[in-house]
């Protein structure tokens, strides 16, 4: 194993502590959403602070839990499905 | 059909002189002639000046094979760019075949590019099929064929719209020009075109080839297919079609469905696939609106994701060649093993996604930047959407479940990766972030001109990039559980192509072969049958006539019997006498007649 | 203004071809002098072919009368762009063949070889003279050549397959030459007084106006009865005799069936409409477009039908079925392209044509399979010759840059010039067909693994006499792909329009 590689075993040990700076710099990203801000709307609610925030938060929230819950189970089939026929 | 020019030498020929001497090379010393094309070709692309040069007879018409300008250039810049970095990380691949097809596949794309008219973009058209579809089935396994096969038939039938359209064309038009179509006066041959054009830029719902053969590919064949195929279909596209309302609106449907599907997959290389998918749609969704600024943004996004997306697909190439198989259920805890190839690819995870520093970053936000300037509102979101998803999917789930999700997997035998294709990504990667840090790298080649620059370095830019993608890896961590990729098929478009593919066998070829065989029998129910009973009557009024004394039927069933013998050992005279009291009759009714 | 050339160079093909068979028994003791003799003839044959070529290509037509039978039937041959087209052809194919025949029937250890090398020059001969024929006289006398002494070759394993092959090869063709052709031919005397063939142009034909004028009807029967007729042709209803006539060995099916054979029978079509009626007059009765229907209806279907065949030779069987019914239906189109195309086809058709039947007749005498199915992973064995079946299979299907795609081209862009759209879907349709029947047997050779068979591991490539013809014709239908000049110049002085 290389020297990368057990540097990375080492951050892999931490997961605790790079989750919390992880979270850390998201407030951080909130607080500064409310000084910069764009000039001008280009969708109507851009001007609210934190709102590409909960734009990614819900987004990404929606689409795992829509897909893998509710679509997957309908679409999906044995991983050797199509093998049996064409 | 030589390209002879003034001073420009077509790309396409180092690849095609190559695939065709490659053969005759014995030993190993020629595996250093693959970089030869390529470095000719970024050279050839770099120094020429923009023109029309290479103008060829053949089948009566005049075909244009290079017709230089900024559009072409770009896009042709690009091509050699990857066509050098992929042949870079197929040095170590011993099988020559592979080789030339590939060089087949890319001199088909350089074909293509500088096309100047439609005959000359239809036949590189065909080479580029022909190429990919053996570097799909050079994989040599039982999927791989089957795919092989079906990409073939697929592409086979894409490329029968263009040509269609383009017959339909000169018709009407009289010219295979290929230039510009004015939006709102497009003709049924022009959509029969632009649907050639959709099938291999995958559109949806014609898309589901791209997810049934890309993963099937090759580890390096899969690399060179990811770039060209659909990029040369977004310059054909962009170049004859933008400004068409459906494109906009159909490449929107792209980003997003892209996505979803991304998220629901297991084999990395098919999330892969899909992604392209979504990528092209930014690009289509460009095209359509047809401002300069989406425009320039959709050549933008080409270039650049043609670089991180040969990363994306070096990178899981390393994970099949090492561990042998991509799927994500059965990789995990490997990255204290494979560090390098995570670094590489987590810098090409970024790109796509947008984080600034990387080059997706000064590509993406101009597509939809110049989306929200065009009013197209809800455009603009489906892309933001897509990149919610980009990163979730391929930056985020793909490359944790690939490399982390289990506890450290020493156990999985890992082959040695050679050091050319490290050589590779680390290229691809180094351009990547040159990219992001100089933007205008990019953008002084960029075709259209845009009443004002776009600066994607700006406070507000990186703070929004940042934020939509800290907080969609939130929503991955809340829900890192549920998104655990299972081993299952997830039934797409293709499901209805199988359908019709088998249908057709069924329905119609079957029942004709049947009526077939049924026919084959009718000339000896109907036409012996016919000339025994006639020949038969002949006989029988011959032997009446010289001798009544014998039994009348035990004579003829005689004669039938021998009459048979002589049909079936195909003695003649009798059809030539036969043939003569025919003519006669013939003849007393045409005297009738005339 | 084309000029007419009274010699009896014209003869020389043909003279050749008839005592080349004489010389083949004469050397029937001594193999190898024997088959030097049917080299030699197929290399004398071209060379007399050949020597015709420049006259042709500056707009002369070569003619001489041979017999002067009764006012208005002689045996005359003549010499034009068409006739090239197939008498270079064949006589340059028969060289081919010859080798491939070396290989095969030895190989297999056939029987009666003299008789074949016999019977397989006759019909070059009858194919030569239906080539240079300059009235429907001569025309259906070498057609009648043709036919009988391929009668033995389909027939030559003399078993019960190859009997009632055969009975239903001879049938067929004998039945529509005598119930259809000969009337044909009478009526054409009795509405003219002459049987000769308009040499020149394709506008004017045999029928001059009046005639047409005051008799349509009895105009019209006898172009169907030509075209009916004309069995060779395997338009369907009258289709069946070809993949019967899979029977035979497969170099007869190569040769004779693949170019000689069919291509008489597309060539005299050919000749009927282009010399014979005329495009004028073939429009004037709307006898094109019912023809072109019937050509149409024939390739759509018997794609369909070959996508169900897993005997190599039956489905290249449906394939020439198809392939014949561009030719006839380019030609019955009546625009420039299309006309032009069709003729091109003869030449391509037969190249990329006899390269594919080259190719299973390989596959049969180093492996013994015949079924499509049992060949998985043979292509590794027998690279060549999958190889060369590949591009084979290209030029079928009218991929660039093989020969197949230039002349479809030309009859798919003369469809379109005649406004004929549902004709021209059938071409794309069949294109799409083609790769559907033909690309399974290549990837299925090269990228599946090998079945159950005990004797994979033997196989190699069928000897090289019958390895370099195959590979020699696939590099010309390249060639002729990249430069289709070669006989597009036959073409175009022929039919310009």
């Known amino acids: 194993m290389s020297l990368f590689g057990m540097l990375l075993n080492w951050l892999r040990a931490r997961t605790r502590v790079i989750a919390v700076l992880f979270f850390l710099g998201l407030a951080g990203l909130v607080v500064a959403n409310v000084f910069v801000r764009p000039h001008e709307a280009e969708y109507v609610f851009d001007i609210y602070p934190g709102f590409w925030a909960v734009f990614g938060l819900i987004g990404g929230l929606a689409m795992v839990i829509i897909m893998k819950k509710i679509v997957q189970p309908m679409i999906s089939r044995g991983d050797d499905y199509y093998d049996r026929n064409s | 059909m030589i390209a002879t020019a003034s001073g420009f030498v077509h790309p396409t020929l180092g690849f095609y002189a190559l695939a065709l001497i490659l053969p005759f090379l014995p030993g190993k010393g020629w595996k250093w002639l693959l970089l030869v094309p390529p470095l000719v070709a970024i050279w050839s692309v770099m120094t020429i000046e923009p023109g029309l040069y290479g103008q060829v007879s053949y089948l009566g018409q005049t075909l244009l094979l290079g017709r230089v300008d900024k559009l072409s250039l770009i896009f042709a810049q690009v091509f050699a760019v990857m066509s050098l970095i992929g042949m870079v990380y197929a040095l170590h691949v011993d099988d020559k075949l592979q080789h030339i097809m590939a060089c087949v596949y890319v001199g088909g794309a350089f074909g293509c590019t500088f096309a100047g008219d439609l005959l000359t973009l239809f036949i590189f058209w065909e080479f580029m099929s022909i190429g990919s579809t053996f570097l799909i089935w050079l994989a040599r396994n039982e999927r791989s064929t089957k795919a092989g096969f079906r990409y073939f038939l697929y592409h086979t039938i894409g490329g029968l719209f263009l040509l269609v359209g383009l017959l339909m064309r000169y018709k009407a038009v009289g010219s295979f020009a290929f230039d510009h179509v004015d939006p709102s006066q497009m003709m049924l041959y022009d959509w029969m075109i632009m649907l050639g054009f959709c099938v291999n830029a995958a559109v949806v719902p014609l898309h589901a080839w791209l997810p049934d ?71 289509v969704a460009g095209i359509g609106i047809g401002t300069a600024m989406t425009m320039n943004g959709a050549v933008a996004h080409a270039y650049a994701h043609i670089l991180y997306k040969g990363l994306l697909f070096m990178g899981t190439g390393c994970l099949l060649y090492a561990a042998g198989t991509t799927k994500l259920d059965q990789l995990g805890g490997l990255v204290h093993r494979l560090p390098w190839v995570m670094v590489l690819y987590m810098v090409a995870a970024l790109s796509i996604s947008g984080m600034p520093l990387f080059n997706g970053f000064i590509s993406k936000t101009m597509t939809i930047t110049g989306a929200a300037e065009a009013h197209r509102t809800w455009l603009a979101i489906g892309m933001e959407v897509a990149a919610v998803g980009t990163f979730l999917s391929v930056g985020i789930k793909l490359p944790y479940f690939a490399f982390w999700a289990k506890p450290a997997n020493n156990t999985m035998e890992l082959k040695p990766i050679p050091a050319n294709m490290y050589v590779a990504m680390a290229m691809g990667a180094a351009l990547c972030i040159a990219q992001g840090l100089y933007p205008d790298m990019l953008y002084r080649y960029l075709p259209f001109e845009m009443e004002e620059m776009y600066h994607p370095w700006t406070t507000w830019h990186v703070l929004q990039a940042l934020l939509l993608l ?86 003829t069933v005689q004669n039938v019997g021998v009459l048979g013998a002589k049909v079936q050992s195909g003695r003649l005279q009798d059809y030539l006498g036969l043939a003569a009291a025919l003519a006669l009759g013939i003849f007393a009714l045409v005297w009738y007649l005339a | 203004m ?67 039978i009764m006012p208005g039937i ?52 009858g194919a030569e003279g239906v080539a240079l024929s300059a009235n429907v006289f001569t025309l259906y006398l070498f057609y009648e050549v043709i036919t009988v002494f391929t009668y033995p070759l389909v027939a030559h394993h003399q078993d019960n397959e190859g009997f009632t092959g055969a009975r239903k090869y001879i049938v067929y063709l004998m039945g529509t030459s005598k119930l259809f052709l000969l009337p044909a031919m009478v009526m054409t005397y009795v509405l003219l007084g002459t ?88 429009h004037q009765l709307n006898l094109g477009l019912p023809t072109a229907y019937v050509a149409a209806f024939t390739l759509t279907v018997a794609s369909f039908i070959a996508l169900t065949k897993d005997d190599l030779k039956a489905r290249l069987a449906y394939s020439t079925v198809a392939q014949l019914s561009y030719i006839v239906c380019g030609v019955a189109l009546l625009t420039p392209m299309a006309v032009q195309g069709g003729m ?47 591009i084979g299979s290209l030029s079928m299907i009218g991929m660039p840059p093989v020969c197949g795609f ?42 599946r693994a090998p079945g159950p068979d005990p004797h994979y591991e033997h196989y190699k490539e069928a000897p090289l006499t019958m390895v370099i013809p195959l590979c020699t014709t696939g590099l010309i239908s390249v060639v002729l792909g990249l430069y289709p000049a070669l006989f597009m110049d036959f073409v175009r002085v022929f039919g310009k329009f």
Request: proline share 3%.
């Open chain 3, 74 to 125: 002689t045996v005359t041959f003549c010499a034009d762009g068409l006739s090239l087209i197939f008498g270079l052809v064949a006589s340059f194919l028969w060289m081919f063949a010859t080798s491939y025949n070396i290989g095969y029937m030895r190989s297999l250890d056939e029987h009666a070889q003299t008789r074949y090398y016999v019977c397989f020059a006759v019909a070059i001969f």
């Open chain 3, 195 to 282: 049987l000769d063939f308009h040499l020149g142009d394709v506008v004017t034909g045999m029928f001059p106006p009046d005639v047409v004028a005051a008799h349509p009807l009895a105009v019209t029967i006898t172009y169907v009865l030509y075209i009916a007729g004309i069995g060779k042709a395997a338009l369907m209803p009258f289709h069946n005799w070809l993949p019967s006539a899979m029977v035979a060995p497969t170099p007869v099916s190569a040769l004779l069936h693949a170019v000689a054979v069919v291509k008489a029978g597309v060539f005299c079509v050919c000749r009927i409409i282009l010399s014979g009626f005329g495009v004028d007059v073939m």
């Open chain 3, 406 to 447: 230039v002349s479809k081209w030309y009859i798919v862009n003369g469809a379109l010039q005649a406004g004929q759209i549902v004709i021209f879907s059938a071409f794309m349709l069949s294109t799409a067909l083609n790769a559907g029947y033909f690309v399974p047997i290549i990837y299925r050779a090269f990228f």
């Open chain 2, 470 to 555: 800290g907080f969609s890896g939130l929503a991955f961590y809340i829900t890192r559980d549920i998104i655990t990729p299972h081993a299952k098929t997830n039934l797409d478009f293709d499901f209805f192509y199988r359908l019709i593919g088998r249908g057709v066998l069924a329905l119609v070829s079957k029942p004709l072969a049947w009526i077939d065989d049924r026919w084959t029998e009718a000339y000896r129910v109907v036409g012996l049958g016919g000339l025994l009973t006639l020949a038969r009557g002949t006989v029988w009024f011959d032997t009446k006539g010289i001798d009544t004394v014998v039994d009348g039927s035990a004579y």
């Open chain 3, 344 to 390: 091109a086809h003869i030449a391509h058709h037969a190249f990329s044509k006899i390269t594919l039947f080259f190719a299973a007749g390989a596959i049969y005498v180093a492996t013994h399979l015949k079924k499509i199915s049992l060949m998985d992973g043979l292509g590794r064995k027998m690279p060549w010759t999958f190889g060369a079946f590949a």
């Open chain 2, 213 to 283: 053969a890309y993963p099937e590919g090759t580890v390096t064949g899969s690399v060179f297919m990811c770039a060209f195929t659909t990029k040369t279909a977004v310059y054909v596209l962009l170049r004859g079609f933008h400004g068409v309302e459906v494109l906009a609106i159909a490449g929107t449907v792209m980003c997003v469905y892209g996505v979803l599907y991304a998220c629901i997959e297991n084999n990395a290389r098919r999330i892969l696939s899909y992604h392209i998918v979504s990528q092209v749609g930014y690009m």
């Open chain 3, 2 to 68: 084309t000029g007419i050339i009274e010699s009896a160079r014209v003869l020389l093909p043909v003279a050749v071809t008839l005592v080349a068979p004489l010389f083949i028994w004469l050397n029937r003791g001594n193999i190898n002098r024997r088959e030097a003799v049917s080299f030699i003839g197929g290399a004398l044959t071209f060379a007399s072919v050949l020597s015709l070529a420049p006259q042709v290509l500056n707009g002369n037509i070569w003619k001489y009368t041979l017999f002067d």
